[in-house]
């Protein structure tokens, strides 16, 4: 078993930045982050091995950095030039031992 806690949305004006954190109960080799918008479905945002190793949407390259730090099993995704779009609810993701575990999710609303 996986428990995955998240922090950090909220509502951010467009251009804005927000930093989202997911830690979890255990060391995960591939820990990511996905998002579902109203209507749409879940979609991946960034992915990052325990070695460091990075994959984004298209959507999110050159404004989302994806990073971690394996000592505290925690997992960050900071977001930049916030856009509109960017709206969803957030989930933190890790696969364990053949299944794959969910964050309980974090609103992020980009709005004037």
């Known amino acids: 078993q996986v428990q995955l806690v998240e922090s950090g949305g909220g509502l951010v004006q467009p251009g804005g930045s927000l930093r989202l954190s997911c830690a979890a109960s255990?060391?995960?080799?591939?820990m990511g982050w996905y998002r579902q918008a109203p209507g749409k479905q879940r979609e991946l945002v960034a992915t990052?091995?325990?070695?460091?190793?990075?994959n984004y949407a298209d959507s999110v390259k050159g404004r989302f950095t994806i990073s971690r730090d394996n000592a505290k099993n925690t997992v960050y995704l900071q977001m930049n030039k916030m856009k509109p779009e960017d709206t969803a609810v957030y989930y933190c993701?890790?696969?364990?031992?053949?299944?794959?575990?969910w964050g309980q999710g974090t609103q992020v609303t980009v709005s004037s």
């Open positions: 993701a890790a696969g364990w031992a053949g299944d794959m575990y």
């Open positions: 990052i091995t325990s070695g460091g190793s990075t």
């Open positions: 255990r060391s995960i080799f591939s």
